[in-house]
């Protein structure tokens, strides 16, 4: 799932202070399940940018929406909009390009989108994919160098480990991790192959239309 947080409330206020109504809009999918985006974390925000107004002496008015998703148009084709002047968004980045895309109003980000992320335990979540379009988790044992390793190496570890330990002192070196579970998976020989460089012109796609010839492969 797509993992995100929510903005200082500072920052909030800055970005929608020049609009005198303002649409708060949720997203019941990943951004309610990381609990920054769901109907409580709307009404939460909504009561906290209330006391930021008094505190701040302006005089925005706000009103709550969710909607089940951000990311696809029959969702936002519902949304009751009309007589707000900006929308502020508690959903990931493609939901606030999309709605910014159809509703033909300022859009705010509430959230910051961090990863694509695995469950740990209740509101826990681990970095495992940055969606870099050149998938090599067959090969690193299901362990993603590009999101795991603070440098991205392909072809590592590099010269900073230290007893198993990412040079920044933060997290294990991913590809001691990717060492250790090939060998318990008995591919350890896996670990000599030489990756290729990778192919950044897959990193980024702009457009993804699988209706499209050629657009399957």
Same mark, same amino acid.
């Given at each position: 799932?797509?993992?995100?947080?929510?903005?200082?409330?500072?920052?909030?206020?800055?970005?929608?202070?020049?609009?005198?109504?303002?649409?708060?809009?949720?997203?019941?999918?990943?951004?309610?399940?990381?609990?920054?985006?769901?109907?409580?974390?709307?009404?939460?925000?909504?009561?906290?940018?209330?006391?930021?107004?008094?505190?701040?002496?302006?005089?925005?008015?706000?009103? !709550?929406?969710?909607?089940?998703?951000?990311?696809?148009?029959?969702?936002?084709?519902?949304?009751?909009?009309?007589?707000?002047?900006?929308?502020?968004?508690?959903?990931?980045?493609?939901?606030?390009?999309l709605l910014s895309e159809?509703?033909?109003?300022?859009?705010?980000?509430?959230?910051?989108?961090?990863?694509?992320?695995?469950a740990k335990g209740l509101a826990?979540?681990?970095?495992?994919?940055?969606?870099?379009?050149?998938?090599?988790?067959?090969?690193?044992?299901?362990?993603?160098?590009?999101?795991?390793?603070?440098?991205?190496?392909?072809?590592? !570890?590099?010269?900073?480990?230290?007893?198993?330990?990412?040079?920044?002192?933060?997290?294990?070196?991913?590809?001691?991790?990717?060492?250790?579970?090939?060998?318990?998976?008995?591919?350890?020989?896996?670990?000599?192959?030489?990756?290729?460089?990778?192919?950044?012109?897959?990193?980024?796609?702009?457009?993804?239309?699988?209706?499209? !010839?050629?657009?399957?492969?």
């Open positions: 799932m797509i993992v995100v947080r929510q903005k200082p409330i500072a920052e909030i206020c800055d970005m929608i202070g020049r609009h005198s109504r303002v649409l708060l809009v949720g997203c019941n999918t990943c951004a309610a399940v990381s609990l920054a985006g769901g109907e409580t974390e709307v009404d939460t925000l909504l009561q906290f940018l209330k006391l930021a107004n008094k505190r701040r002496a302006t005089y925005t008015e706000f009103g !709550p929406a969710v909607l089940q998703r951000q990311c696809e148009p029959e969702y936002i084709e519902g949304l009751e909009h009309e007589g707000y002047d900006a929308i502020l968004s508690l959903g990931c980045g493609a939901g606030v390009a159809m509703i033909g109003k300022p859009v705010y980000p509430a959230l910051d989108t961090l990863f694509i992320g695995a826990h979540w681990s970095a495992e994919c940055s969606a870099c379009g050149k998938c090599v988790l067959g090969e690193t044992a299901g362990i993603c160098p590009v999101t795991r390793c603070a440098k991205g190496i392909l072809n590592g !570890p590099c010269g900073g480990v230290s007893d198993g330990t990412c040079e920044l002192g933060d997290r294990p070196c991913a590809w001691v991790e990717i060492y250790e579970r090939l060998e318990a998976l008995g591919r350890v020989e896996q670990f000599k192959q030489i990756s290729s460089p990778p192919d950044n012109s897959t990193r980024i796609i702009c457009e993804w239309d699988m209706t499209k !010839p050629g657009d399957e492969s």
